[in-house]
């Protein structure tokens, strides 16, 4: 292990220890709360562009595994720990947490305090910072992080998104079988879903669910996800924030009332913003597998969530309905058209990591579609 810093644009620095990659590298600092998951966390293209610290004190117990990714690889810009465990215990892993992250070129930082780190994060709002095994000079780490930008309007979704549709067959996973290909000939819908950034065990849902998932470029536009002809639209999930990205929010209102819409995180955002809305950007983020959420008919749900950015609950009025709020801070979690089948939650109910309260959401969006086609259909 070599000798890192991290440093935030405030100032603040801390030292430790590198693990994985060495470099240089910057990102908006966030912190995930989950106690476990954290390879799911690594692979999960909604941290694109942020330096993910975990609040769980050792990570890397269980190791890495090759099946259970939730996309090609690690997109997230550097991974920060208490205690980083490179003899992993589980009889799944393939490698350590630490050759993972060297292998995919991902810096990772351990022994700092990272009790002090979440503390000021929550006191003084996510920030960008840098994490260095090359320089040493703390004051100009604080000025390179300084100098870059943040999330905040930048199109992150263009790192991420697919550069070609494809076909998704692959199940949910069982212990006794593993992950099942599931055959597309045997689906009882066809659902195209927009890559912002999709986590592939929204996918598997789906496709347990009979639905062939059909994965678009973020720019499809309209007119090609109907020549497609599908039963119902999924907007997934993604990283950073959703105000500038005007092409899908275009495409989103010309698909509205022509197919059933479900969006998650990112997609519940841009939802929002096609119907009119607006959001903006929280203090430090919701990220963890605890968080809680209501529904406005009473029943609370524990769930993963993963995102920087919410609705304005004031700018829905006209035409959504709200449906979930966070019981921590009472931000919008979820909405649905007063009229058209188009609905969304801000939090992940595929829960990869966290629990699995939510899941009865793929359920909705399949009622949803059965509904359309039989209102055509009459």
Not at 37 to 51: K, M, N, R, V, W
Not at 87 to 108: A, F, T, V
Not at 117 to 122: A, E, T, Y
Request: glycine share 10%; net charge negative; charged share 20%.
């Amino acid at each position: 292990m070599k000798k890192a810093i991290l440093a935030l644009a405030d100032g603040t620095v801390f030292h430790g220890k590198s693990f994985g990659a060495t470099g240089e590298v910057t990102g908006e600092v966030v912190f995930n709360t989950s106690m476990s998951g954290y390879q799911e966390i690594l692979t999960d293209p909604s941290y694109c562009g942020e330096i993910v610290t975990m609040t769980y004190p050792q990570i890397g117990n269980t190791g890495i595994n090759a099946e259970d990714v939730e996309s090609g690889k690690p997109h997230l810009s550097a991974f920060v720990v208490r205690e980083a465990w490179d003899m992993p215990s589980n009889w799944r892993s393939e490698m350590s947490l630490g050759s993972y992250l060297e292998q995919n070129n991902i810096i990772g930082l351990c022994d700092i305090d990272t009790r002090a780190l979440v503390r000021h994060i929550r006191t003084h709002g996510a920030q960008v910072g840098i994490i260095s095994t090359l320089d040493a000079d703390t004051q100009s780490l604080v000025e390179k992080a300084r100098k870059t930008p943040g999330l905040k309007g930048q199109d992150t979704v263009q790192k991420v998104t697919c550069s070609e549709p494809y076909h998704w067959t692959e199940g949910v996973w069982n212990l006794e079988t593993g992950y099942e290909k599931t055959n597309p000939e045997q689906a009882r819908f066809r659902v195209v879903a927009y890559d912002f950034g999709i986590k592939r065990n929204i996918l598997r849902h789906l496709a347990s669910l009979g639905c062939h998932v059909t994965v678009v470029p973020a720019t499809t536009t309209a007119q090609q996800v109907l020549a497609l002809n599908p039963d119902g639209v999924f907007l997934s999930n993604g990283p950073g924030d959703p105000e500038p990205l005007h092409y899908a929010q275009e495409n989103i209102r010309k698909l509205l009332g022509k197919k059933p819409i479900f969006g998650i995180c990112l997609g519940h955002q841009l939802l929002a913003l096609a119907l009119g809305g607006k959001t903006y950007k929280l203090k430090f983020g919701h990220r963890g597998g605890n968080q809680p959420v209501r529904q406005l008919s009473g029943r609370v749900e524990i769930t993963s969530q993963n995102h920087g950015f919410a609705v304005a609950a004031d700018s829905m009025e006209d035409s959504a309905l709200l449906t979930h709020i966070n019981l921590n801070d009472n931000t919008v979690e979820g909405l649905e058209h007063k009229s058209l089948p188009a609905f969304s939650v801000q939090y992940h109910p595929e829960a990869s990591p966290g629990p699995h309260d939510a899941r009865y959401l793929f359920a909705r969006f399949i009622e949803l579609m059965e509904n359309f086609r039989a209102s055509q259909q009459g």
